[in-house]
């Protein structure tokens, strides 16, 4: 009795089961390693303990990294579901009084400050009785607390659709060329940094922009790089409706002639989220994203009128998903 009893607590050990998964993830100890911010061994450990209770090993191991044995492949779907039990409790118990329902969301960085805030007013207003919690993450890492259960909704740019997660556009980013200095030329941009917004946009830019494929300077980092080209001479495509404030300040300046390119925004929740939850979350986004669209197309019609008194037909050759559409 008393082993049986040391093995259920193993089981439970929260920190072995996010482990496994981790290691499932990534494919290699020294991968979860990183991404849980414990030492390899630590890994090692765990994964280890977790095969003595269960009396199976897991993971095949070899240089290439760590693959699934057919025991990891049937104890997987447990493994998540026990991690969904623990969240769920652990949130539950966490409802504040006064409330009777709760809502874990979470949101890429550029998302949160025109998106998600307004997101959790509408919410509010809504739904007075729904606890909120936000929280901020790099795709990956957003995607794996979806997995996990840590959040129920999500706010991506790129989303990585796992089973048991649902996806939905929500609507659509116009990336536009902008500098710190006015009259910028399109043919000589000194100090351009290619920020890297995935494969679609690197794919469209190559064909758009041949001359400008190797810059020098690479940055993934979504809507933070507006901060590093404000502060210096240089010149990138960013999201039209984070960029505005800088527009405005004089902080930055469209390059007349660009083209922009469309970028989604999607929605990813739990397929097993509340059906309740679910609807009113949905129904204030649609709210949301409605606003901010009229917003962004009178944004972007503006811009599009300065690149046209620029350079006669400016504002580029298919500048949105919109002028598609009606072409």
């Given amino acids: 009795m008393q082993t049986g009893r040391v093995e259920y607590r193993s089981i439970m050990d929260i920190s072995l089961i996010k482990t496994f998964l981790e290691v499932v993830a990534s494919g290699s100890f020294v991968s979860a390693s990183e991404r849980l911010l414990v030492t390899q061994s630590a890994v090692s450990l765990r994964i280890q303990r977790l095969e003595d209770s269960l009396g199976k090993p897991l993971f095949t191991r070899s240089k290439a990294g760590a693959e699934l044995t057919p025991a990891g492949g049937e104890f997987e779907p447990y493994a998540l579901s026990l ?184 929605a990813v929740w739990r397929e097993d989220l509340e059906a309740d939850v679910i609807d009113v979350t949905k129904k204030a986004l649609r709210q949301v994203a409605l606003s901010l669209d009229a917003e962004q197309e009178e944004l972007v019609s503006g811009l599009r009128e300065i690149a046209l008194g620029h350079v006669g037909q400016g504002f580029a050759r298919g500048s949105s998903t919109k002028d598609k559409k009606n072409s």
Avoid: C
């Avoid at 623990?86 to 118990?93: G, L, S, V």
């Avoid at 874990?104 to 007013?121: C, E, K, M, N, V």
């Avoid at 129920?152 to 989303?159: A, E, I």
């Avoid at 910028?184 to 100090?191: K, V």
């Fill in 83 to 266: 991690l969904r039990i623990w969240e769920e409790a652990r949130q539950q118990i966490a409802i504040p009084e006064g409330f009777t329902r709760s809502i874990h969301i979470g949101a890429q960085y550029s998302l949160w400050p025109r998106l998600g805030f307004q997101l959790i007013d509408a919410l509010r207003t809504a739904a007075p009785d729904l606890s909120v919690r936000g929280e901020l993450g790099m795709s990956d890492r957003l995607t794996r607390m979806l997995i996990e259960g840590s959040i129920q909704f999500g706010l991506f740019y790129t989303p990585q659709l796992r089973p048991g997660l649902v996806a939905e556009e929500v609507m659509e980013e116009e990336l536009i060329l902008v500098a710190t200095w006015p009259d910028a030329d399109l043919n000589h941009l000194p100090g351009y940094i290619f920020v890297d917004w995935g494969p679609e946009f690197v794919h469209a830019h190559a064909l758009e922009l041949p001359g400008l494929t190797n810059p020098g300077l690479t940055l993934a980092l979504g809507a933070l790089a507006a901060e590093f080209v404000v502060r210096r001479e240089g010149a990138a495509y960013l999201p039209a409706r984070y960029v505005k404030r800088y527009l405005d300040a004089n902080q930055l300046h469209l390059v007349a002639g660009a083209p922009a390119f469309p970028y989604p925004i999607w």
